[in-house]
């Protein structure tokens, strides 16, 4: 379908244009809401950080729970308690607590499963740009039977796999690993598929080819000449994945095969909440719901704004 | 009544960092069937002018001021509506790039009979049929097999037929063409700008033909307009413009034209770039690169004047200055100038 | 046509060699078949005999033969957890998955294009930036989240819709339809709409900047002046051109649809393959794991064809590859 679109050269005006596109800071502080996702983004990081001492109640304080503080409503309505601003759940745990604890949870795996795409993907996509051939073609099709399946249920087969393999069930701090792994390992391609594209076309370029005369070895031209010039879509593919992420370990552990309820994420409370739905108790469920979405949406918006700043053609 | 009238025509593009000028207060005219040659290097605001004529100016472009009018009718205030029905029936046009200009997926045929019953009530049979014999007139062997293949089907050349025969199909009076014949092959050049001269001949068509090429304006035009930087610098009948250039502009486009039988002779460029619209100099656009600029051009822009034929914007001849340009200069272009010329009307 | 398409059916052959190797592996690997299969009371002879009569001992690549073999005629061994076949429990809960699956993509199809075809052509328009707003925050829902909601809002607080099940489903003898009856299609609004929104704001986004990249193109430009009315060129020349990528999206959505029913069907408890697969992942049924992953990557294979066979109708470049560019000048 390349072919069939207008060839770039609109002329000068076009070229302009694109210029001041391309001013990223400018397209910061010029989107409201960007600056705001970028607020909220700032917000969840600082509780992440820094929850325990931030957070109104220990929730896993079992001394300082009790069940006479169980199903509390909301603050502002009809017999809640202003102890616990967004009320109870039926252990009598603080929501608002639990919240800033998943949170904290949701972007620790978030992030590092991130990370494990990202070296990864970003490492295969180098492989298999520069060195090319069998070993690019092989890469590829791996890449490319992945894709076909959505991530989530490549994750879910990773997940059944390795608690196969590494009985889980009896090991509830392997949880974590688990789920880092089958998230990260789920979505390293469009890492590798990115960088691959990229790495080609530097590869030809007369700077890498002037390097490989002079006997620089591969590896260091890849670490220092091709490297930088991929990062942006790199960080802007890191960005809307680390949303991602965040989606795929609530979904985890929403299905129940994430993190126990006894180390809660985001995930989990709303699975325990989601029991009480019927019953009344809709804040158990909707609290940490909103929570994920509000943070998963400050995500996606930050990494909508870098893509098209980055790139402005694509808009 | 000329059959087409441009006049003080300004096209503006608000930015982010302000408004940037494309076409700087133009006004030129073009009779029922003459060729009007529109010359200048990229970015002078050559097709800015012709996307203005035919409305399509890409936002957020827009006329700023002046007025445009088609047998004594404005164009430049009409509602969209009411310019579409005028686009193709009244004024054609012709863009530069062939093979980027008919849609892919649509046989040549049906892109034809979609324009002809667009602006006719002509019957689809009706329609086809003249769309062979569109295909036939544009010089396409085999239009009863080819009207039915793809544009993908087509080379470049054919390809320029197929859309010279789309912007002539339902005869209009006036044809923009923008670069018709850039993106194709030097051999092919030839034929399209002989078939569009040939053809708008036959049918009274008048154009607006819109290049880089002095070349091609000497061999089809009957007048030209040399824009620079938004401005027409000079503006007359073909021959008195390219063989008694008045503007330094054109001397210079005339400089930088190869010629056979002169050898020896140097290419001469023209020293410096055409200013971005973001910094347009004061006075004359061009006095930073002009080799005969004094005080005035740098600080005073100069209108058009009438100077023998035709019309020039330069100080040089607001009669205090004097003419200033050496013979020698003038003679050069001369004698290239009929070399060129020897092909117009021929 | 013809070679691309073989070319196709051999790259759908290799994806489908690549996941049966993955299935197999998982089979053969992850725990112990025979561990599974018996009793704690079976003797150590009964399962060296069992091990035996399974083929268990046979090289690797034997194993892999016959797993290939028996999996194309659907033969994917016992359910560790049911001990019923793993073939007879996927039939009887392909109907639910399927039906679920075709009604959110002609949702997500019917409304995702008039939206993004409307967001493409008004650009700056207040509708579009409510739309792109909204498929933004569609994107960053998770679906269960959404599934919960709809289920808080319309079950819980209005009483209007079931919240789980299929509602009345008639048997036809080798397919189940929730299609015949009222309850039926009452009980597919919620699942198919949380399934479908995720593709619908996909759908959306990808054919509004479709648009917005073929709307810059020439030949839309020169559509304008040849005169042609607004409406030939934007749905005559704009959409028509935005359709193969639209249609490749849609369909590789359409596979991950089936897959996506994962959620939704636990959600609503959706008695389909998804929730089946789940319940697996959780006992860890690895039978039932590698049949789903090979059914999935059937359909997908599948769908991919199809595809391919849309691009000729659409195209004409692929169709005619004869008189490739003849005449000169």
């Known amino acids: 379908m390349a072919e069939i679109r207008a060839t770039p050269g609109r002329g000068w005006v076009e070229s302009v244009r694109r210029f001041f596109d391309g001013d990223i800071w400018y397209s910061f502080t010029r989107s409201p809401m960007t600056m705001a996702a970028g607020a909220v983004t700032f917000l969840y990081f600082f509780l992440a950080a820094f929850g325990p001492w931030v957070a109104p109640h220990d929730p896993f304080d079992l001394a300082s729970i009790t069940l006479l503080d169980a199903s509390l409503p909301p603050a502002w309505l009809e017999y809640g308690d202003p102890r616990f601003l967004l009320g109870t759940d039926i252990q009598g745990r603080d929501m608002l607590s639990a919240i800033i604890y998943g949170s904290r949870v949701s972007l620790l795996i978030g992030f590092a499963s991130v990370i494990l795409s990202l070296v990864l993907g970003v490492g295969l996509g180098l492989i298999s740009g520069f060195v090319g051939g069998a070993v690019d073609a092989f890469i590829m099709r791996v890449a490319e039977v992945q894709l076909s399946f959505p991530s989530i249920l490549v994750a879910l087969l990773i997940n059944g796999v390795l608690r196969g393999v590494l009985d889980v069930q009896n090991q509830a701090d392997l949880a974590y690993a688990v789920l880092i792994l089958s998230i990260g390992l789920s979505n390293w391609v469009q890492f590798a598929r990115t960088v691959r594209g990229s790495t080609m076309v530097e590869r030809n370029k007369e700077y890498v080819q002037a390097a490989h005369v002079i006997g620089i070895s591969p590896a260091l031209i890849m670490w220092r000449h091709i490297l930088p010039n991929v990062l942006g879509p790199v960080l802007v593919i890191a960005t809307i994945q680390l949303a991602l992420a965040i989606i795929s370990e609530a979904t985890l552990s929403f299905l129940g095969v994430g993190l126990p309820p006894t180390e809660p994420s985001l995930g989990t409370l709303i699975r325990v909440g989601n029991d009480y739905l019927f019953s009344g108790e809709w804040w158990i469920t909707i609290f940490p719901g909103a929570a994920l979405a509000l943070l998963v949406l400050a995500v996606n918006l930050l990494g909508d704004w870098l893509r098209d700043a980055l790139n402005p053609k694509l808009r | ?346 | ?329």
């Open chain 2, 1 to 346: 009544m000329p059959l087409l009238e441009v006049e003080n025509l300004v096209v503006e593009f608000p930015t982010r960092r302000g408004t940037l000028t494309a076409v700087n207060d133009i006004s030129l005219h073009i009779d029922e069937g003459e060729v009007l040659g529109v010359v200048g290097e990229s970015g002078a605001g050559k097709s800015m002018t012709g996307a203005a004529i035919i409305g399509l100016l890409e936002p957020p472009g827009r006329v700023a001021s002046g007025r445009i009018l088609l047998e004594g009718e404005r164009l430049d205030n009409l509602p969209y509506e009411k310019m579409r029905r005028i686009r193709g029936k009244r004024i054609g046009a012709i863009f530069q790039d062939p093979l980027t200009s008919l849609n892919p997926l649509y046989s040549v045929g049906y892109q034809l009979v979609e324009t002809i019953q667009t602006h006719t009530d002509m019957t689809p049979t009706q329609a086809r049929a003249r769309a062979i014999e569109l295909l036939t007139e544009v010089g396409i062997p085999a239009p009863e097999r080819r009207v039915d293949q793809y544009p993908h089907q087509f080379s470049g050349g054919m390809r320029q037929r197929v859309v010279i025969a789309l912007a002539l199909c339902v005869n209009p009076r006036l044809i923009i063409a923008d670069e018709p014949t850039t993106a194709l092959d030097v051999s092919i050049q030839a034929q399209i700008i002989a078939l569009l001269k040939r053809l708008c001949r036959d049918h009274g068509t008048a154009v607006m033909l819109v290049t880089h090429d002095m070349g091609v304006i000497a061999e089809t035009a009957d007048r030209v307009a040399v824009m620079y930087a938004g401005r027409i610098a000079e503006i007359g009948p073909v021959r008195e413009v390219i063989k008694n250039a008045k503007h330094p502009y054109t001397h210079g486009l005339m400089g930088s034209i190869p010629s056979i039988g002169h050898d020896n002779e140097r290419l001469e460029q023209i020293p410096g770039a055409m200013p971005r619209l973001t910094d347009i100099p004061v006075g004359c656009a061009f006095n930073p690169r002009c080799p005969h600029a004094f005080d005035k051009c740098r600080t005073v822009r100069p209108d058009l004047l009438p100077v023998e034929d035709s019309w020039t914007a330069c100080w040089l001849y607001d009669g205090e200055a004097g003419r200033t340009i050496e013979a020698s200069k003038t003679l050069v272009a001369a004698t290239k100038a009929d070399a060129l010329l020897e092909r117009n009307h021929g």
């Open chain 3, 1 to 329: 046509m013809v070679a691309f398409i073989l070319r196709r059916l051999i790259q759908s052959l290799f994806v489908m060699f690549f996941v049966a190797l993955v299935s197999f592996s998982m089979f053969r690997f992850v725990g112990d078949p025979v561990h599974q299969m018996v009793g704690i009371e079976t003797s150590l002879e009964e399962r060296e005999a069992l091990r035996e009569r399974l083929g268990l001992k046979d090289p690797v690549v034997i194993q892999f033969g016959h797993y290939i073999a028996r999996a194309a005629v659907g033969e994917f061994g016992l359910s560790y957890q049911h001990q019923r076949p793993v073939s007879d429990m996927l039939l009887e809960r392909m109907p639910a998955t399927l039906e679920l699956a075709l009604v959110s993509a002609i949702f997500s199809l019917l409304v995702g294009v008039p939206m993004g075809v409307y967001t493409g052509l008004n650009r700056d328009g207040f509708f579009s930036k409510v739309f792109l707003s909204l498929s933004l925050v569609g994107i960053s829902l998770p679906t269960f989240l959404i599934g919960i909601l709809l289920i808080f809002i319309f079950s819980v607080q209005l009483n209007w819709l079931p919240s789980f099940g299929r509602g009345g489903v008639i048997d036809l003898g080798w397919w189940t339809t929730g299609f015949l009856t009222l309850d039926g299609w009452r009980s597919l609004i919620m699942p198919s709409i949380t399934l479908g929104l995720f593709q619908l704001t996909l759908i959306m986004r990808l054919v509004r900047s479709e648009m917005l990249e073929v709307l810059r193109t020439d030949y839309i430009k020169f559509a304008r002046a040849r005169g042609l009315t607004n409406h030939a060129v934007h749905f005559g020349h704009a959409l028509k051109n935005t359709l193969v990528p639209v249609i490749t999206i849609t369909g590789l959505q359409l596979g991950s649809i089936i897959a996506f029913a994962i959620i939704t069907e636990t959600v609503f408890q959706w008695p389909g393959m998804g929730q089946m697969f789940l319940q697996a992942v959780t006992t860890v049924d690895i039978p039932i794991m590698a049949a789903y992953l090979m059914l999935i990557a059937f359909f997908f294979v599948v769908i991919n064809l199809i595809v391919d066979m849309l691009y000729y109708v659409v195209d004409p470049r692929l169709r005619v590859d004869t008189g490739k560019a003849s005449g000169h000048g």
